[in-house]
């Protein structure tokens, strides 16, 4: 059938110039200048120049212009490699997937020293706010028990606001369990204050222990993050406005705290540790953390999420779907595609 379309199109009925939209997304498209190039431009070349056809390809600046465009029959093909889903299929025609992929996660955290982890974490606001909700918890326990002791144990709990500091260190005291013995409730309105301090502080001291550990010690996001409950528990995720990834952050109920205009502007920002972990397409991030020499400042783990058969698309009855699906599934079948992978260090997954 493809052998009986093509010479139709030389035959005095020209196709007209198709309007071809692309999103910069390296490997698949590559914007140097004005010039375009990529595994999905290389590919598209090869199908619109078997089959005689011309074509301008118009920018965009995310996938969800694509995918606007195409509905209102702005332009006639998305090139992208857009991720196949039911959505966009009750809206647009979808070919034959031509490459399958995943969502990927990279981090900036996951080669940090012992050192440098406890030192930020340290000094990072969680960790204040945790030492201030203790010492508030000790402040109001040793407060109750001042007021209580303080017209009949006048000695070890003097009166006016010396005695705040009185009763803030027998509260301490008992916590940590030093025990030094100076200072004792004698009431016994007191006491069942202090036996009620004594096992709270307990409970208290042995969450705020493993609190601290947890805060201080985090180190390697590549060993925290092995499923998508430990990704609903990561904070300071990032993500690409319009892509596969923000659509699946959303369908999990995990928000993004920062959105970028590209991909590589979400890596630089990751690199510089202004955001902890990236979630995009697994074969994009791996490519540009090549390209962008991001070695040890990036770091892609080895997890995937939601796998992704990507196509080109057209509007929804499109007639050039007849001859480009073809042509497309004949191109990924030659021996030539391999070789183009391998170009652009890409595999099928």
Known sequence: ???ALIPIFGQGQELEKLKVGVVHEPPFVIKDGEAYTGLSVDLWNSIANEAGVSYEL????????LIRALDFEEIDVSINPLHVNEMRLTLLEATQPFYVSFLGVATSQAKQSQVR???QNFFSLQFLRLILLLVLTIFFFGTILWLVERKHNRRQFRPNLIGL?????WSAVTMTTVGYGDKAPKTKLGRAIAMFWMFTAIIII???TATVASTLTVNSLSRNIEDLQDLRNTRNIASVHGSSSEAFLKQ???????MFENVENALTSLAARKTEVLVYDKTVLDYLIGKMQLEGKAVLLPISFNQQYNSFFLSKGSKHMEWIN????????QKSWQELLQEYNLHIE
Request: charged share 15%; no cysteine.
């Open 58 to 65: 118009i920018a965009f600046n995310d996938h969800l212009g």
């Open 206 to 208: 042995s969450a705020f």
């Open 117 to 119: 982890v406890f030192l």
């Open 165 to 169: 500091f009185d009763g803030f260190w």
């Open 326 to 333: 073809p042509l497309l599934v004949r191109k990924i079948n």
């Open 252 to 258: 999990n109920e995990i928000k993004p705290t920062a």
């Open 1 to 3: 059938m493809i052998l």
